[in-house]
């Protein structure tokens, strides 16, 4: 294993800043080539210390954007009208990409990987689709799923 500092945020290793151990191959031919971290030593540990404050601010103002988002995102909710069958199962289904075309039409551009859907919306129904804008902004968007007439 050998120590690498991260310039940015990976899910499931660490946030940037932190130092974390990896295995050589992993740093040797991912991380440090496309520059997503530092190898651990202390001219690297310097360098980064002058990139932190930057990197910091550049949270701050994603974090910001990221609320901001998630208050206009709050109190809305999306309805899909649909044909469904005996028993409230659609003909078909409600996708994130369908979600995320519905907000883009009310005038938020929302990337549909953020929509966290485990399975798409099969059911008519109300549902509570979480969206995660940013590691710590994770607000709800109602959706309701009504039967076509």
């Known amino acids: 294993m050998v120590e690498v500092i ?31 971290a530092l190898a651990a030593n202390e001219g690297n540990r310097r360098r980064f210390e002058e990139e932190r404050r930057q990197i910091e601010q550049s949270a701050a103002r994603e974090r910001e954007a990221a609320t901001q988002l998630a208050s206009e995102l709050e109190g809305r909710s999306i309805t899909f009208v649909r044909r469904a069958g005996e028993g409230g199962r659609l003909f078909g289904s409600v996708t994130s ?23 798409p919306i099969k059911d008519l129904g109300v549902y509570d689709i979480p969206l995660r804008i940013h590691p710590d902004v994770e607000p709800a968007l109602k959706v309701w799923v009504v039967a076509e007439e």
């Open 6 to 36: 991260l310039r940015k945020d990976i899910a499931d290793l660490g946030l940037a800043g932190e130092m974390v151990s990896v295995r050589p191959g992993y740093a040797r031919n991912y991380l440090i080539p496309q520059g997503i």
């Open 97 to 119: 990409a369908d979600i995320a075309e519905e907000l883009e039409k009310g005038g938020v551009s929302l990337d549909r990987r953020v929509i966290r859907m485990d399975d």
